[in-house]
């Protein structure tokens, strides 16, 4: 019996609801399998694992959704939307109106999480996920199903992310707002989503594309450097370094390490944003996650460049956390959404 | 969870009602609610035995070498992930029973080892399972028939069309279902006359799936009602489906491999097919069996079939040259065609059940139809029952056209064809007359649900779920399909689905195909329960 194994298990077991343990136990399980030392994947039986659910057209409880193809890459984006009173008879989206002619809503374009490599818009805990923040926050959500890698690497991923943006605000039936409708976009995401995030508002910071926000749920960065916070918890809350290096090398160009700027994005590599009209940001960290002293060092380069962010630490949070709604870091994490998106 | 609508858990209304189930959430031991929306069943009491599980498998997994947990993955098959309890099981017996772990994987016997059944398959050039080599087909600009570049805009929604005619469009056919609902036949009849000319102004498939809605919808406001189909030329129609697209391709595979593994093994097989038509599911099965080690069972087909309209034995000239390639790879082969007007019509003695057979019941879209007439559905899975199959396989569309409500039909029937339809426009295969028949054949399924009712309606399509509810009432159990054929299905889609739209998934044992994120056709498989 691997003796620090055993502590770890049950140390993560004391600070996360069982179920919670459970869910994210077993995909740390399945991706352990999937992955291959030479950096391979086992693409087919990801999918196979993978829980997906269709898009429904039919409000349940008080959300429907819809996919959007895009023919020429075979994108996809799932819409979600509140079923109002005044929707087309049951079934159809009602897509010549705005949003709405007298309110702001605003519209999420979301990137799930997954390392890069695993999840899809599809995925039950995500599509789950969207339709909750359609609720709580009283928002619409754009779920982007970016190319993943290894097959498709940096900047893949942002090129996508970036497409689903414009695609957003060409939609005349994603506008709000009294006098100014426009579409009011935010960006958000967790983990590799979260990193998809800052890197396209960077790119609508220099094209001139607005953003009103970006909520980053802790985002994947990283960097060569070993920090306090990897050391001291690698292994300990599902997530080990290796694990992290693995992604890494998936994601960037081959012969890249960590320092590449679209990892350590204060590292020196990037052009800097100081100056540029960059979005007000949401950073979550959660307390127990091994990347934290890279989220917080983001959250101090935002600060450095002039940038507003508020940073929600969650002490006792591991990865994760909000794909079940059993615990006060979920409502919590909901509150602080719904006010970032109607400030 | 409270719902406005249970999606597509709505039960059906034909006569042939299935008795109620109580909904599991009413049940004492129901699974727990908030793994079920994330696609996981487990259910409370087990939930500690399951973490004690996770521990276990985390704990060997360290002694193992760099690369054997990522190889023990890929040669192990694996079935019904939702099921996290039998799937953690299933992972540590397969870590237990491999000798030698520390020194790297020793794919032992006793895991299920997957691989041979699948390469047989592909290893065949069967024509039944590949499409012939044909000329690249045709560009856009030819089937524009213009030098005009290509008119469609690049963006499709797969639900709804973004563009301005293409939402009055869909919104008209709508308004026009509700009208008929509520027979206001004056107003439906104004709808659908407008329908028409939204339709011609748009491009594609929209254009087609509303011309056969409209056409459909006009029927049913006006009383023309369709006649009955001729099963002979549906059949044609499909032959013409099957080389389209890889929808039929992909039942008739995961079919087969359903059934050769449930053969493996025995001498002496007999499939019963009740959707023989062209019998172009058998011969990869034939051929596969010809090169198992161990060489081939004595197989025995009886296909069931309607009667013949011409003059002509369909059936048996079908059965005479399957015989011919039985014979021609060394399988010992016996062929029975029965002719019915409907498989209610059948018995088991009919069927002739012979001891020490392994039997497996083949259904190709031929349960929905039984729904039309009260009892039939059930008379014929008594049947199947009676002949005692070691598998049962069926296919069925991934869709319920089968409500009480006419709107609530039409509005599901619209979003599975469109899907549909937009497949077959991006979809390669085929000539542009396997495609033109291929809308036809499609179309007059879209004529049936929205302009048939009663015993003419026979397209009752339901979901896996309402089959799964059926099958269970009737006495069966599923058998599960796993991630060895989820993989050759996805790599014949590369190799031959000629187009990347189309996705293959798992759910509760089963594996469906269908266009992007839309499930469109459903294999599972089944036997008795013990």
């Known amino acids: 019996m691997a003796g620090s194994n055993e502590v770890n298990a049950n140390e993560s077991k004391r600070v996360v609801p069982l179920n919670t343990w459970i869910l994210i136990s077993n995909f740390k399980l399945a991706y352990n399998m999937l992955r291959r030392s030479d950096g391979t994947f086992n693409r087919d039986l990801n999918e196979f694992l993978d829980r997906k659910v269709p898009a429904n057209a039919v409000p349940v409880d008080g959300v429907y959704s819809f996919d959007v193809v895009d023919r020429a890459t075979s994108l996809i984006n799932r819409v979600y939307l509140a079923a109002g009173e005044t929707d087309a008879p049951w079934g159809i989206a009602e897509l010549e109106k705005p949003l709405s002619t007298t309110a702001i809503v605003p519209v999420i374009v979301f990137f799930h999480g997954g390392s890069f490599v695993h999840s899809s818009a599809n995925s039950a805990i995500y599509d789950t996920f969207c339709r909750r923040l359609v609720r709580t926050c009283g928002a619409a959500v754009v779920s982007v199903n970016y190319r993943r890698s290894p097959e498709h690497r940096y900047p893949c991923a942002y090129d996508d992310g970036w497409a689903a943006l414009k695609w957003v605000h060409s939609r005349s039936w994603l506008r709000s707002g009294a006098d100014d409708s426009r579409v009011h976009v935010y960006l958000a995401g967790d983990s590799s989503g979260g990193n998809i995030a800052h890197h396209v508002a960077v790119r609508a910071a220099e094209e001139g594309v607005e953003v009103l926000g970006n909520i980053l749920l802790h985002p994947l960065f990283g960097g060569q450097e070993r920090t306090e916070s990897e050391m001291r918890l690698d292994g300990k809350y599902f997530v080990r370094i290796q694990d992290r290096d693995w992604y890494w090398r998936a994601y960037l160009p081959e012969g890249e390490d960590r320092d590449h700027p679209a990892c350590n994005v204060f590292g020196g590599r990037n052009r800097s944003i100081e100056g540029l009209s960059f979005p007000k940001s949401l950073v979550v960290v959660a307390g127990l996650d091994l990347v934290q002293d890279w989220q917080l060092g983001y959250v101090k380069g935002l600060e450095g460049s002039g940038h507003e962010v508020k940073l929600l630490y969650l002490e006792k949070a591991t990865i994760g956390f909000y794909f079940l709604p059993n615990n006060d870091h979920f409502h919590c994490l909901m509150e602080e959404m719904k006010a970032f998106l109607h400030s | ?530």
């Open chain 2, 1 to 530: 969870m409270k719902r406005e609508h249970m999606s597509h858990d709505n039960f059906s209304s034909s006569g042939s009602c299935s008795s109620s189930t109580k909904p599991q959430m009413w049940t004492c031991d129901a699974d727990d609610e908030l793994f079920a929306v994330l696609g996981y069943s487990v259910k409370p009491s087990d939930m500690a035995d399951v973490a004690q599980k996770i521990e276990h498998l985390e704990q060997v997994m360290c002694s193992v070498e760099k690369d054997g947990l990522s190889q023990l993955a890929s040669d192990t098959t694996h079935y019904n992930p939702s099921d996290l309890s039998s799937w953690l099981e299933s992972m540590i017996s397969g870590l237990n029973t491999t000798p030698d772990f520390d020194s790297g994987v020793n794919s032992s016997a006793q895991m299920v080892v997957d691989s041979d059944f699948g390469s047989d398959l592909t290893a065949i050039p069967g024509k039944a399972v590949y499409p012939n080599p044909r000329e690249k087909p045709p560009s856009p600009a030819k089937k524009l028939k213009l030098s005009a570049p290509e008119t469609e805009s690049s963006e499709s929604i797969v639900m709804v069309d973004s563009q301005e005619n293409g939402i009055r469009l869909v919104h008209s056919l709508m308004a026009c279902a509700e009208a008929v609902q509520k027979e206001n036949f004056k107003l439906a009849e104004a709808l659908v006359k407008n329908i028409g000319f939204l339709a011609v102004s748009q491009a594609g498939a929209m254009r087609k799936v509303a011309t056969y809605f409209a056409e459909a919808l006009a029927r049913r406001i006006y009383r023309l009602y369709p006649t009955n189909q001729d099963s002979a030329f549906t059949d044609l129609l499909q032959m013409h489906f099957y080389e389209t697209c890889p929808y039929l391709k992909f039942a008739h595979f995961t079919a087969n491999q359903a059934i050769l593994e449930s053969f493996a093994g025995r001498d002496r097989v007999h499939v019963v097919d009740f959707s023989m038509k062209q019998g172009m599911q058998w011969p990869p099965l034939l051929q596969a069996l010809a090169l198992r080690p161990g060489g081939p069972p004595r197989f025995r087909l009886t296909a069931v079939g309607p009667p013949s309209t011409d003059n002509t034995d369909q059936l048996q000239e079908i059965g005479r040259k399957l015989g011919q390639l039985a014979e021609s790879i060394n399988v010992e082969f016996e062929y029975r065609g029965l002719v019915a007007n409907s498989l209610a019509d059948l018995n088991a003695a009919l069927l002739d059940r012979r001891e020490g057979e392994t039997v497996a019941v083949n259904s190709i879209f031929d349960l929905h139809p039984l729904l039309a007439r009260p009892g039939a559905i059930e008379a014929v899975l008594r049947v199947v029952t009676e002949v005692k199959p070691a598998i049962f396989t069926v296919v069925e569309q991934e869709a319920n056209h089968n409500g009480s409500v006419f709107s609530d039909r039409f509005t599901e029937a619209l979003h599975y064809y469109s899907t549909l339809f937009d497949s077959l426009e991006s979809c390669g295969g085929g000539s542009d007359e396997d495609r033109v028949m291929s809308e036809i054949y499609l179309g007059r399924q879209i004529c049936n649900v929205v302009a048939c009712d009663g015993a003419d309606r026979v397209e009752r399509h339901e979901t896996l779920a309402q089959w799964r509810r059926r099958l269970g009432a009737a006495g069966f159990e599923a058998v599960h399909i796993g991630s060895n054929a989820h993989k050759q299905v996805s790599m014949l889609l590369e190799l031959f689905g000629g187009g990347d739209g189309y996705r293959v998934e798992e759910k509760h044992g089963c594996l469906m195909l269908g266009w992007h994120t839309r499930p469109l056709f459903a294999t599972s498989a089944w036997r008795l329960a013990s």
